[in-house]
């Protein structure tokens, strides 16, 4: 059993989360790392906040409270126009005050979100490709299907 809270991007903050639980059931993006005989349950779900993100100080605490093993940021902060520029600061904070794993992405990137990204000039500096390799060799059927 894997206890999972997701932040979300507050941009999204009326994201129904349909990506998310479907790539957790179907074990695909950032997900595809628990077996699949492994029971995986929500304990949190909740936005960054809005920019600057915080959220992140304290939302963690509240995903503690339910047993959270484990803080996955959402997809959104990677493929979002632009991508979220703390990314890394939020993974280093939590992982450092709250001793929680951090995973960058939850489903799969879009492929017309990839597509997009692979043409705009400051996608390669974002450094993406070192950040989340895992999606980045999502196979491109994968990412078709979470359009
Ligand atoms: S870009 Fe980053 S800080 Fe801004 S709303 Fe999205 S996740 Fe939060």
């Known amino acids: 059993m894997k206890r999972i809270g997701i932040i979300i991007c507050g941009r999204y903050q009326s994201?129904?989360?349909?990506?998310?639980f479907r790539s957790?059931?179907?074990?695909?993006?950032?997900?595809?790392?628990?077996?699949?005989?492994?029971?995986?349950?929500i304990v949190g779900y909740s936005t960054c906040g809005g920019c600057p993100g915080g959220n992140v100080e304290y939302v963690p605490a509240e995903f503690l409270k339910n047993g959270c093993d484990v803080i996955h940021l959402a997809t959104g902060l990677i493929v979002g126009y632009p991508p979220c520029p703390h990314i890394r600061q939020f993974k280093a904070f939590i992982e450092q005050h709250?001793?929680?794993?951090v995973v960058v992405g939850t489903h799969p990137i879009p492929l017309k979100y990839f597509e997009t990204h692979s043409k705009l000039p400051?996608?390669?500096?974002?450094?993406?490709?070192?950040?989340?390799?895992?999606?980045?060799?999502?196979?491109?059927?994968?990412?078709?299907?979470?359009?």
């Open 15 to 20: 994201c129904g989360g349909g990506k998310c």
């Open 24 to 41: 957790m059931r179907e074990r695909t993006g950032g997900f595809e790392r628990y077996d699949r005989n492994e029971q995986l349950e």
């Open 98 to 101: 709250y001793g929680l794993p």
């Open 122 to 147: 400051f996608w390669d500096q974002t450094g993406m490709k070192d950040l989340v390799p895992d999606l980045m060799a999502e196979s491109r059927d994968v990412m078709e299907s979470y359009n």
